[in-house]
């Protein structure tokens, strides 16, 4: 199976047994190419990993830490050929990812999204509304982040609507007019996870909107929520109580491997599509570990040629919950998340009075 | 300008207030019999104590504290006592500056201080919250509340406070000697507070810390004796997280290439196996942290290989690289095999503080000394020793620093 057909056949058909194999052969060219493009890729495989060329099976697939694109300047590909540069989203004074994208990773990125994204929209562009406020794109700050992932989706839908207005509050009457204006149809709604629970669901209606029509994507993590102790089941319950939305996907990806999206399935678990999966590794020594056992999530992928970034160790902490057999048909394994790796903080003899 | 009191009792006061700054009722001389009787009281309380008295390092200073032993550290600093020319006198207030996650040092530091005779006011991190280091504060508070130590109460004040400016401002103004623990940023940050002009700073800058292993040495030992060898070097590491200046982050090595092996191969796996089944440490951050500094290390050139798993990892660290390397802490070595400790001539400097050794023969043992003596290091001690206090730290002999000699003719 080429790349390209590995992307253009139908999301969640291949099992296992056709996938593995597949999977392995278009990372080891892509395991390859890095090695031959990116030195520092190529030293990394010789210390840190077999130092070999081949690759039998993807859990041998050399592996790189989601924060080495912060320290460094990765790429696979001569200066002349950046196409563009993304950012990590990152609080003020803490380092950002640079990842750097040529015309071709660029293209495979838009269609892997589309692939996973048309997977539960359909072909057909939607009226789309977005839970968030244009105020977003003026912040430079939260645009990085917020920003980019809103224009990322917003090639998925028409007649773009922002639902909150400049101070972040839901504005009934854009809500109103937009649900008057498409009533009936099917619709888009796309927004960060909590803002979607904080100005969506918690926010003060006058009467009650319909929104059972609509497919909900949302993404960002669950940090906030699970502050508020508000988990999926509760958000999926509430949501729909209020609002009657059933169609609901929570998403799960990063800057780093921009395109490969781990969308919701049935079950409520993150899904690998065709061209992506995830191993979960012992933090102790790295080593795979089955089903049911929590670890540290390798994310892999075929769609990064112009960065090392096909094979990388998040800082999530989560297991896999099954292969092949999610009740809406979908093959390919599925995982949850359950934290993310504290800062270790190592403190001694040097740190006495720590700066605010 | 309140503060956080934890010693000689709980409470939040007003900072002029601390009986540290009161008009003192007690003098007490160098060595005096009430401050032995004092210390060797608290010892007793610790070992007293089931809840605390099994910690090694706190163990380790109970015993530190009794009277015998501050007996003998008088008898080593006798010619302080016996001079014609002078007597020997306290500096008066002292301020230290405790560091946040060596829990028992600043004890040390302030018993050294305490037995010269000063006022002792410590700076405590309020993140310093430890079950064993608050039932340390609680043996101090317990063994003050009697009458007959109740001047101790003027002579330890434990504090806690913020950044506030105007606090270390006003210490700075009133102490006439300051410990700093804590490296170069703390170093600078207390600068900022002028002292009066005769305080005397005692500052313990960043540095690092080595071992040094004779690989043959150790290739010969039995079972039994390799695993003692890898409890002391998991005490001398793993205690305060590979963080405590005197950690060893390096491991040179000193064998022929087949000894080095074998010897590297057995360390780390005991190792391994042996702080896996001691360390507490959240694995998945640690895992994460050390990933990140060996992906690093590499990018930058430092390293070529990696042994062990992730939580005694051992990387080679490159021969083209001869700057003693901060590890990122939680058993995370760069080793480095040497044929001679003349070897070691690039790496001894001012960094350096502590070169633990073992198993090396006389002639290198005598080498090194004078290598040491030429270029920097303040300590050679056994593997095992590494985080052992004494009264002689950093090229300083804290007794005399922190006393002054008042010349009579």
Known sequence: MTLSE???????????????????????EKHQWHLASCPEYKDINQALFRGESTIED??????????????????SIPAEEVLKVLHSSGTTGQAVSRIFLNKETAQLQSLALSKIVGHVLGRERLPMLIIDSKAVFANKQSYSARGAGILGLSVFGKQHTYALNEAFELDEQVLHDFLEKYDGQPMFIFGFTFMVWLY???????????????????????????????????????????????????????IEQTGSVFLENSKGYLHCPNFADVIIRDPKDFSVLPPGREGLIQVVSVLPQSYPGHSLLTEDIGMIMGEDDASNGWKGKYFKISGRAKKAELRGCSDTFKSR | MNVQLHTPFPATVSLEQLPFFSERTEVLKPFDERTLGFLDTVSKTIFANAGIARIPEITALAFW???????????????????QLYITAPLGRVFHVCPANVDTMFLYSMAIALLMGNRNLLRISSRMEAPQITALFQTLNKVMEREEYAPFQQYINLISYGHEADINHYIAANCQGRIIWGGDQTIETFRQFKTSPRTRDIMFADRVSATCIGCEAYNQLDEAARNRFVTQLYNDTYTFDQKGCSSPQTVFLMGDEQQYRLCMESITDLLATFAGSRY???????????????????????????????????????PMNNELQHSCGGGYFYTRRINTVAELKPFINIKLQTLSYFGLPQDEMDGLKELCRAKGVDRIVPVGNALDFHYIWDGYNLLEQLSRKVYLK
């Open chain 1, 200 to 254: 969506l669901y918690q926010a003060r209606i006058s009467r009650k909107y319909d929104l059972s029509k609509a497919v909900l994507i949302h993404s960002g993590g669950w940090k906030k929520l699970t502050e508020m102790a508000v988990d999926n089941a509760t958000f999926r319950a509430a949501l729909q109580e209020k609002y009657g939305i059933r169609n609901m996907y929570n998403f799960y990806g990063m």
């Open chain 2, 65 to 83: 504290l009794r009277r015998a032993n501050m007996e003998q550290i008088k008898a080593e600093n006798a010619y302080l006592f016996q001079q």
């Open chain 2, 280 to 318: 507490e440490a959240d694995i998945a951050s640690l895992a994460s942290l050390k990933f990140n500094q060996a992906v690093d290390d590499v990018v930058d050139g430092k390293i070529a290989a990696r042994q062990g798993n992730n939580v005694a990892t051992f990387v080679s660290w490159n």
């Open chain 1, 58 to 75: 993807i859990a041998a697939m050399p592996f790189l830490p989601v924060s080495a694109f912060k320290n460094h300047e990765l790429k």
């Open chain 1, 6 to 28: 590995i992307l253009n056949i139908e999301q969640y058909s291949l099992a296992a047994a056709e996938k593995q194999p597949a999977l392995t052969r278009l990372l080891e």
